[in-house]
């Protein structure tokens, strides 16, 4: 397992993942912190690092949909499957150390996003309170939402087999709560158990920071915690059992 | 204790049954020639023993130890390049072997595989620019990783110019002094004539026939020409000593069963003819095959 996790580290490292995408939160982070520190009617710089670590995570959140795309069917796509799965490791092990590759490529996104808000404040707003009780809780709440969101990816990839339609569809799961929250808010007063749908699961993020939210997913916090638990594990499940049957 | 046991291996693909009760072993030390024609089930048989597809009865064990979908540990001891090679092409060639390398293969024998596989050259470059045969020469050398007990190669002269063919038969070889087995399948026969010690051939997804190096040769197929003063003669002599002769050009061939060319001699000097020239067809391990498929295919159609 240790050598499994080791050389997934290691195909990082000599990737091009890791360097890429924060260079494009950096950027972001700067283009992001300039309009706002030029707006002039507005411009506050206590609320400027809450504002530049949202833009960040954004960015995270689609590089993670990305990455947990391309990692769990690359290989496939790449046919160096025929190396990974010719050896002595079961298939449940490399499904795990992909499981945890994923994980650890999100605690480094989430500390780039943390360095890179710290130099664009430091930059454009240097005094000022740094937010951290928001950005803490704008962190937890997309990490609730990247616990729904990627087993719902890593599922997706498995199915389709190909690595743009499931990056396509994360992304799009990414907007979906927003586009469909209306018509679902409608639906749901006819039909209670609608609001166990996992797209109704997918504003943790926004309830995480706006608790009137409930009145539009008819959840609490801890239901929707609950809930997205028990989806990650069916999710996660199913996408694993595709994988284990696939055929080299 | 045997490398490698295929037991009454049994695959379908839906309901196309793509292998029959496939049998056949692998001493130690030794090359194996897997050989039959494109889709005879050859891959199949090598994605099988190294878990690359799962089969549907039928057993595979690996020194001893069998291997199943929850019992993979013998396949540490399998080095294996099945179809072709499918390295990380945004790696090096050396970062690739690094990262298939489970730690048990040092810096050192990393760098002697690389110049017996003759990659050191281009071990630095990324593995996307390299042609068909370096890649296969880099396959060839992650399967060489880890220490490998049995090694697996389907195809892998496949791209490689001949002094690469050579040098790869030449490290083959070593390997199988070394105490290496390989399971070998290759479609230039010539080559693998050169190197292997057994020859399992498959056609439609059957074993039809297991054999060593020189009784699959010299088994059939083999004819002994004479040529002689009087060719009519030669061919009454022939057919009375009990051959199936024919005449080809002013010669008469038999069939060489092993024990053809003293009784056909002392048929012709007892017929009183003057023996010009005498001569055996080279074993050729192509022609030896197509036979055996020509006649396994008929066998086939009239079932």
Partial sequence: ?248 | MKVLEVKNLNKKFGQKQALFNVTFDVEPGTILGLIGPNGAGKSTIMKSIVGLTSYNSGSIKINGESLTKNNRKSLQNVGSMIESPAPYLSLTGYQNLKLFNDGSTTDGEIQEIMKDTQIDSFCNRKAKKYSLGMKQRLGIAISLLNHPKLLILDEPMNGLDPQSTHDLRDLLLKLSKRGISVLISSHLLDELARIADYYVVINHGRVVKESDAKSFLSSDNQNIKFATDDTEKAYNALVQAGFEAKINDKIVEIKDDGDAMNKALAALNNAGLEIQDVSKDKADLEESLLNLLTEDNKKEETK
């Fill in chain 1, 1 to 248: 397992m240790l050598t499994l996790l080791r050389q997934e580290i290691y195909k990082q490292i000599h990737g091009k993942f890791y360097i890429g995408w924060p260079i494009v939160m950096l950027l972001m982070s700067l283009i992001g912190g300039y309009f706002i520190s030029s707006n002039k009617h507005g411009f506050s710089h206590n609320g400027f690092a809450e504002n530049i670590f949202s833009i960040n995570i954004e960015f995270a959140l689609i590089a993670m949909v990305v990455f947990s795309s391309t990692i769990m069917i690359g290989d496939f796509a790449n046919n160096t499957v025929k190396y990974l799965f010719s050896r002595q490791f079961s298939r449940l092990q490399i499904f795990i150390s992909k499981l945890v590759t994923t994980f650890f490529m999100y605690i480094y996104l989430i500390v780039m996003s943390y360095i890179f808000t710290f130099i664009t404040k430091i930059i454009f707003a240097s005094s000022g309170d740094f937010g951290m009780k928001y950005i803490l809780q704008d962190m937890f709440g997309i990490s609730w939402f990247l616990l729904l969101l990627l087993p719902m990816v890593m599922l997706v990839s498995n199915i389709v087999k190909n690595n743009g339609v499931a990056i396509a569809l994360g992304i799009l799961f990414f907007f979906a709560s927003s586009i469909i929250n209306p018509f679902s808010m409608l639906v749901m007063k006819k039909f209670e158990i609608l609001k166990f749908n996992p797209i109704n699961f997918l504003n943790i993020n926004v309830q995480f920071t706006d608790h009137t939210m409930k009145a539009m997913t008819h959840l609490s916090l801890t239901s929707m915690e609950i809930g997205i638990v028990i989806y990650a594990l069916i999710f996660t499940a199913i996408a694993y059992v595709i994988y284990n049957h696939r055929n080299v």
